[in-house]
Nanobody, 122 residues
């Protein structure tokens, strides 16, 4: 069965950095879009960054220039490098796998990890 396991979340000070990892198994990793999402208490889940099967990337405006998404297909692993962290980045971060059509990522994500907590203090 498909399994996504996030790691790397921690408590850090504002301005610090973290690298999140997502180890994937049980599905065709290289033929799926991969994404990072986050959800803070009382807030809706939001898209943070997406990477397609062609390695094209998309970032939410509020993380652009600070976060970098990458995928290593040989290792079936997804990464999110997070720099210049802000308190508003505090959230549970999830990785997910979704379908691709015509080389473009669709909005529906089929597989989700359990999440890893990122806490940024002032």
């Amino acid at each position: 069965q498909a399994q996504l396991v996030e790691s790397g979340g921690a408590s850090v000070q504002a301005g610090g950095s973290l690298r999140l990892s997502c180890a994937a198994s049980g599905y065709s990793y290289s033929t799926h879009c991969m994404g990072w999402f986050r959800q803070a208490p009382g807030k809706e889940r939001e898209r943070v960054a997406i990477i397609g099967t062609d390695f094209a990337t998309w970032y939410a405006d509020f993380v652009k220039g600070r976060f970098t998404i990458a995928r290593d297909n040989a290792k079936n692993t997804l990464y999110l490098q997070m720099n210049s962290l802000k308190p508003e980045d505090t959230a549970m971060y999830y990785c997910a796998a979704g379908n691709v059509r015509g080389g473009s990522c669709l909005r529906v994500y089929n597989y989700w990890g359990q999440g890893t907590q990122v806490t940024v203090s002032s």
